[in-house]
T-cell receptor, first 112, second 114 residues
Framework: SQQGEEDPQALSIQEGENATMNCSYK?????LQWYRQNSGRGLVHLIL???NEREKHSGRLRVTLDTSKKSSSLLITASRAADTASYFC????????????WGLGTSLAVNP | KAGVTQTPRYLIKTRGQQVTLSCSPI?????VSWYQQTPGQGLQFLFE???????NKGNFPGRFSGRQFSNSRSEMNVSTLELGDSALYLC?????????????FGPGTRLTVT
């Protein structure tokens, strides 16, 4: 069963626009991670945000976390064609069994 | 540093056969995790090894097994293959065990069972 669920399932935008994708999860977490997967570079880590953090930035990426709503969002600003990929959130749970559980991903297409 | 390597990259097997996949983590990384990725189920956690010990296990049948060697290299084995085992198998390494560390993924092994 999925802990995290990304929304939307698919997103198509023009180069230069911003892209926002969301992740909702079910149980309390220690941290949440975002990854990107494309055919060229495989699955790559983007950002890890801990449960006591509300926002993190990395270059053109901004991640927010709202533990009261059990949700996170990933914003990509000024998107480029190279951002075309699937984006996944992965969460652990706050218990002892701290394996990562993954959503099914958001497929982002950035059109030149 | 060299990245995570997985061998073989592609594999075609017949139902009932067994298969062994190999993963070499990034130098210095002691934790290796395995995942199965399919279009319908996404990434499913198989198991995690740290210092040659299985630290965590997903909800897969006993046909799926793994091990880790003293040099942190890991292998996973699937016995009595079924058609539903066709998937991309990903290996990831991290500095330590658990979910507090980012994972570095290999390119995967594409397994096709006919």
């Amino acid at each position: 069963s999925q802990q995290g669920e990304e929304d939307p399932q698919a997103l198509s935008i023009q180069e230069g626009e911003n892209a926002t994708m969301n992740c909702s999860y079910k149980t309390s977490i220690n941290n949440l991670q975002w990854y990107r997967q494309n055919s060229g570079r495989g699955l790559v880590h983007l950002i890890l945000i801990r449960s006591n953090e509300r926002e993190k930035h990395s270059g053109r990426l901004r991640v927010t976390l709202d533990t009261s709503k059990k949700s996170s969002s990933l914003l990509i600003t000024a998107s480029r064609a190279a951002d075309t990929a699937s984006y996944f959130c992965a969460t652990d749970n706050a218990g002892n069994n701290r394996k990562l559980i993954w959503g099914l991903g958001t497929s982002l297409a950035v059109n030149p | 540093k060299a990245g995570v390597t997985q061998t073989p990259r592609y594999l075609i097997k017949t139902r009932g056969q067994q298969v062994t996949l190999s993963c070499s983590p990034i130098s210095g990384h002691r934790s290796v995790s395995w995942y199965q990725q399919t279009p319908g189920q996404g990434l499913q956690f198989l198991f995690e090894y740290f210092s040659e010990t299985q630290r965590n296990k997903g909800n897969f049948p006993g046909r799926f097994s793994g091990r880790q060697f003293s040099n942190s290299r890991s292998e996973m084995n699937v016995s009595t293959l079924e058609l539903g085992d066709s998937a991309l198998y990903l290996c990831a390494s991290s500095l330590q065990a658990g979910s507090d560390y980012e994972q570095y993924f290999g390119p995967g092994t594409r397994l096709t069972v006919t």
